[in-house]
């Protein structure tokens, strides 16, 4: 019998990031003998995969000592990050600017705001890259410290110690081949070392823009904007996914099974069956990033 007095323990915010879930696709399978799961990282408490990220991040600066009484945070983001860190450095008590391009949709600047952190806007003009430059600017400055998301080893991390282990133990052991879109490139960094250290013959598949194509969240990056954390070594095989094959899964992700997710979850899952029409058989994992709320002010699911 339990004591009375004994309270029950409940986690705060912090303590239900990860474990989220996978589901299998019902409708939008294209071939028997393959299976398509999809891990909604939109279950996350912020929203999307990047709380894992944020959360590695501030507490690997905490730890190590590099965020001191009275610095603030500054980090370039395109969105999901930036929301991610503004609720976490919130919880922590620490103050942190985030910078991104105009282009960002309205959910992402109101929410980073409602979380209390400053948003500073780019112009369209110099998109990420510019944010970043600016971001790096006022390091230089004094008085900021910078996670660097794209440079920072507890991004990648995060993923090798939560995202990976999940995926493995869920499909116990039966993934074959797993599939995200590359932005900062930190999911497909840890997981594929976590998975291949399990089985290297796990095939790791990374989706990027085709050429021309503009898709939130994922990037082909100028050679000199290239994510230090990314290790070309550690992604199999890459594909290219278009602007409009990543807006017409999104939606049919919604309609068809029930999935309300974002552009790059689009582009991701376009990649991912393509993927299982050239298998005879499979388990495909695949990444779907977030939630599809954060972009109703934009045209992807029609205005």
């Known amino acids: 019998m339990s004591d009375s007095n004994t309270q029950p323990a409940f986690p705060d915010v912090m303590g239900i990031i990860g474990k989220t879930p996978l589901v299998e696709l019902r409708h939008l399978s294209p071939k028997p003998g393959v299976r398509i799961l999809l891990k909604l990282e939109g279950n996350n408490p912020g929203g999307s995969v990047k709380d894992r990220a944020a959360w590695g991040m501030i507490n690997g600066a905490l730890e190590r000592g590099e965020l001191e009484p009275g610095t603030k945070l500054i980090e370039a983001t395109s969105g999901n990050t930036g929301i991610a860190l503004a609720m976490i450095a919130r919880l922590k008590g620490i103050d942190i600017e985030l910078v991104m391009p105009e282009t960002a949709t309205r959910e992402r600047v109101q929410t980073m705001r409602a979380y209390g952190a400053k948003v500073t806007l780019t112009s369209k003009e110099v998109g990420m890259e510019g944010a970043r430059d600016y971001a790096e600017k006022k390091v230089s400055e004094g008085g900021y410290l910078m996670l660097n998301q794209f440079a920072n080893p507890d991004n990648y991390r995060a993923h090798y110690q939560s995202t990976g282990p999940e995926i493995w133990e869920a499909t116990q052991g039966g993934v074959t ?20 250290e399990r089985n290297p013959n796990v095939c790791i598949v990374g989706a990027q823009p085709a050429k021309g194509s503009n898709i939130p969240g994922i990037r082909r990056w100028p050679k000199e904007y290239l994510p230090k954390i990314f290790d070309p070594e550690r992604v199999d095989r890459t594909m290219d996914v278009s602007a409009d094959e990543a807006r017409e899964m999104s939606r049919s992700l919604a309609e068809h099974e029930g999935i309300f997710a974002g552009m790059s979850s689009g582009g991701a899952l376009a990649v991912a069956r393509r993927l299982a029409e050239e298998l005879e058989e499979g388990l495909i994992v695949c990444i779907v990033c977030d939630r599809g709320d954060r972009y109703l002010s934009s045209d992807l699911f029609g205005n």
């Open 177 to 196: 081949h797993f599939v995200s879109a590359m932005g900062t490139t930190g999911t497909i960094m840890g997981v594929s070392r976590y998975l291949k």
